[in-house]
């Protein structure tokens, strides 16, 4: 078979590796807006970010991992001629805090306020270090899509300006802070998703962030202690919000949440038991159905059945669970 020409195979490949538009921002509450995230074929996550409007300038809340989750980001900035006063990192998975280099590059002086769980993860035997030291050393896979190779290319750019991911402004315990000005609730989890995760309530319009406390089409329990994280979500349920934003998936209702809650204890129970994972995952999927999307309805028993496996393996907990 002939070659292609060079510049119709380099077209064929940028083709390939088009990059999505930048997310628009959905205002969800007063002066509260959301760059969704997504889940795309082959890409790693991006988690959702909100964006508190203040006299101060922007809170972010969570970055996400591509640039052009991060440009929706800065666009919703520029287009409101507001500065970016504070970062806030909801947790170190870096599907939501990889976006922290490019925003702090274009706002230096944006605040980062997260927990210092990220220095665990960057220890010498920590889990980002560990991934980056495999990713670096594995072969490359020449049946592997462009995307694959370019979203490690995206991690290891992130774990080599991993400063970026450390707190300026620790936060060390729950309590009210004010960011920006802005005079939030915020909890710090004892072990959960990760080892310390934090979630806020924003009294003035009843909004809770949770980070990955809420994820669809499934719990991600990488880093997880389910007992821990299964505490959290009854802490927030004791709360008054109104609203709250998951990770990953759409903005739900108390009663939306209440339902992923009651799915995430029926699935631990699931997963203590013998039954087969597929049995968990459909019911996982069926508890849950009406909170996601088409596609993520299709991803669902996928996802549930092995993280059935995953956590049976480590009786119960991830590996890295600090909370055992």
């Not at 998975?93 to 922290?100: E, F, I, K, M, Q």
């Not at 080599?160 to 402004?169: G, K, V």
Request: charge should be neutral.
């Amino acid at each position: 078979m002939p070659k292609l020409p060079l510049v119709l195979a380099f077209a064929i490949a940028q083709a390939v590796i088009a990059r999505p538009e930048p997310p628009t921002a959905k205002e969800i509450a007063p002066d509260t807006f959301l760059v969704p995230g997504a889940m795309l074929p082959d890409r790693g996550p991006d988690g959702n970010t909100v964006l508190i409007s203040t006299p101060a300038g922007l809170i972010v809340i969570d970055t996400g991992r591509h640039a052009w989750h991060s440009d929706g980001i800065l666009e919703f900035a520029r287009a409101r001629r507001q500065s970016i006063a504070a970062i806030v990192n909801t947790h170190w998975h870096l599907d939501h805090s990889s976006g922290n280099r490019r925003i702090k590059a274009s706002h230096p002086a944006a605040k980062l306020y997260t927990t210092t769980a990220i220095d665990r993860a960057l220890a010498p035997d920590g889990f980002l270090t560990r991934n980056a030291a495999a990713a670096r050393t594995r072969p490359a896979d020449p049946k592997a899509p462009p995307t694959r190779q370019e979203e490690t290319e995206i991690f290891l750019a992130t774990m080599d300006a991993s400063e970026s991911l450390r707190p300026d402004e620790p936060i060390e315990r729950s309590g009210t802070m004010r960011i920006a000005g802005r005079p939030l609730s915020v909890h710090v989890t004892k072990g959960a998703v990760t080892d310390a995760d934090v979630w806020l309530y924003d009294e003035a319009t009843g909004v809770a962030t949770l980070g990955d406390l809420v994820t669809l089409p499934a719990p991600f329990f990488e880093t997880a202690c389910p007992a821990r994280w299964q505490e959290a979500l009854d802490e927030v349920w004791a709360s008054p919000f109104r609203l709250a934003v998951p990770g990953h998936g759409a903005v739900m209702t108390r009663g939306q949440f209440n339902t992923y809650r009651k799915a995430f204890g029926a699935f631990r129970a699931c997963v203590a038991g013998d039954g087969a994972p597929a049995t968990c995952a459909e019911a996982w999927s069926k508890d849950v159905g009406p909170l996601m999307s088409d596609t993520e309805r299709k991803q669902a028993p996928e996802y549930a059945a092995y993280y059935v496996e995953f956590l049976r393996k480590g009786g119960g907990n991830s590996p890295d669970c600090q909370a055992k």
